[in-house]
């Protein structure tokens, strides 16, 4: 299983759907669009040894309690997801959302509405999908390693994976699924080296 289906498969759909007032079906398309927009964006950020380290400390301050056993969404605190949405976009964020919002099968497009109320709810589920691959599979850098060291590059390390699987290597995507977009090209060509 890749870890963009591994994230989604922690996520209640119906529950998710609710919560946004669309079908599950749409829900679904518009979260396998965001997951890796998510990814792809921290990666990003991680580019460089300060941006490595200001998200492993960010990581640090998540549990991976989340998604243990499936995803609870009452439990997301969506205004920090908000800030972890902000911070892994930064002034590119209006950007991602229209182009992920333009992603459906026919042209329909998903609709930026809807991925601006998504992305709020799929980060903190990401970041504590993070904080338990880096945590609890990293017995060389536990919670209280410092930032920046053997967790940084851990951090790097687990994305370059991540992404590797998931959207291909190189910034090159796998064939797009059902309308899905190049996520490698459209997030390399807005984030570039990510903000530092």
């Given at each position: 299983m890749s870890p963009v289906d591994e994230i989604l498969s922690q996520i209640p759909m119906q529950q998710l759907?609710?919560?946004?007032?669309?079908?599950?079906?749409?829900?679904?398309q518009a979260a396998r669009a965001?997951?890796?927009a998510l990814l792809g964006g921290i990666q990003a950020n991680t580019a460089d040894p300060g941006g490595a380290a200001s998200f492993a400390e960010a990581v640090q301050q998540h549990s991976g309690d989340l998604v243990d056993g499936g995803v609870d969404l009452s439990q997301v605190d969506t205004s920090e997801g908000q800030k972890i949405?902000?911070?892994v976009f930064g002034a590119n964020e209006g950007q991602v959302v229209q182009q992920l919002g333009g992603i459906g099968q026919g042209?329909?497009?998903?609709?930026?509405e809807l991925?601006?109320?998504?992305l709020p709810i799929l980060a903190p589920i990401v970041m504590s999908w993070l904080a338990k691959?880096?945590?609890?599979g990293n017995a060389a850098a536990p919670a209280g390693a410092p930032a920046g060291g053997s967790i940084g590059d851990v951090l790097g390390g687990l994305l370059g994976g991540v992404l590797a699987g998931g959207l291909g290597g190189g910034g090159?995507?796998?064939?797009?699924q059902q309308g899905m977009p190049d996520l490698g090209s459209l997030l390399g060509g807005l984030l570039g080296g990510g903000r530092r």
């Amino acid at each position: 299983m890749s870890p963009v289906d591994e994230i989604l498969s922690q996520i209640p759909m119906q529950q998710l759907a609710g919560q946004l007032g669309v079908d599950v079906d749409t829900a679904a398309q518009a979260a396998r669009a965001a997951v890796p927009a998510l990814l792809g964006g921290i990666q990003a950020n991680t580019a460089d040894p300060g941006g490595a380290a200001s998200f492993a400390e960010a990581v640090q301050q998540h549990s991976g309690d989340l998604v243990d056993g499936g995803v609870d969404l009452s439990q997301v605190d969506t205004s920090e997801g908000q800030k972890i949405v902000g911070h892994v976009f930064g002034a590119n964020e209006g950007q991602v959302v229209q182009q992920l919002g333009g992603i459906g099968q026919g042209g329909s497009g998903i609709g930026q509405e809807l991925i601006a109320k998504l992305l709020p709810i799929l980060a903190p589920i990401v970041m504590s999908w993070l904080a338990k691959q880096l945590l609890g599979g990293n017995a060389a850098a536990p919670a209280g390693a410092p930032a920046g060291g053997s967790i940084g590059d851990v951090l790097g390390g687990l994305l370059g994976g991540v992404l590797a699987g998931g959207l291909g290597g190189g910034g090159t995507a796998p064939q797009p699924q059902q309308g899905m977009p190049d996520l490698g090209s459209l997030l390399g060509g807005l984030l570039g080296g990510g903000r530092r």
